[in-house]
């Protein structure tokens, strides 16, 4: 079994900065691909930022420049820094990850964090 768990959400004013983390835990092969994803009220889930096992990173339009993906391999960890923060950005932010466990390749999917920016 494969759990991850995002912390780091919460409120911030326009201009402000958060930092999200995501922990990976379980039974792990290896991590492919992970991801950020968000999912405002009234909208579809939406692919944030993601990044390769090997660092390729891959940002949508609305968040270059303003937000940062990271990794850490060794702890299968995943970090979103965003900065310069937006009301547009409220949504709660899910980690996602393509693991190689015994069974083969699967995703996985954290329970959200929500990010709140308002003034």
């Known amino acids: 079994q494969v759990q991850l768990v995002e912390s780091g959400g919460g409120l911030v004013q326009p201009g402000g900065s958060l930092r999200l983390s995501c922990a990976a835990s379980?039974?792990?092969?290896?991590?492919?691909?992970m991801a950020w994803y968000r999912q405002a009220p009234g909208k579809q889930r939406e692919l944030v930022a993601s990044?390769?096992?090997?660092?390729?990173?891959n940002y949508a339009d609305s968040v270059k420049g303003r937000f940062t993906i990271a990794r850490d391999n060794n702890k299968n960890t995943l970090l979103l820094q965003m900065n310069s923060l937006k009301p547009e950005d409220t949504a709660v932010y899910y980690c996602?990850?393509?693991?190689?466990?015994?069974?083969?390749?699967?995703?996985?999917w954290g329970q959200g964090t929500q990010v709140t920016v308002s003034s």
């Open positions: 996602a990850a393509n693991v190689v466990v015994a069974a083969g390749r699967r995703d996985y």
């Open positions: 379980g039974s792990i092969f290896s991590i492919d691909v």
């Open positions: 990044i390769t096992n090997g660092g390729r990173t």
